[in-house]
């Protein structure tokens, strides 16, 4: 599983850790994703999505029809 949300598009970001003695190495941040199933009715299915915390939060707040039309936008297939 790619650690990338499907709704909101948000990636890993990377940086460095900087020790005590001030020396850098490379580090990422992960964002918080999880595998959601949701009913779609318009099709009479369920869809199986990629979200971060976040894009969970906008689905309950907007519906999974407007999510999902979100989604198709930015080109993803469903």
């Not at 790619?2 to 941040?29: E, Y």
């Not at 595998?35 to 999974?64: C, N």
Request: hydrophobic content about 35%.
């Amino acid at each position: 599983m790619s650690a990338h949300c499907q709704l909101t598009g948000v990636k890993p970001v990377f940086g460095n850790n900087v020790s005590h003695s001030h020396r850098r190495t490379r580090r990422r941040w992960n964002p918080n994703i999880h595998q959601r199933r949701y009913w779609l009715p318009s099709e009479g299915r369920f869809v199986r999505l990629t979200l971060s915390a976040r894009a969970i939060r906008t689905i309950d707040k907007i519906g999974i029809e407007r999510a999902v039309a979100r989604i198709r936008a930015r080109g993803e297939r469903i």
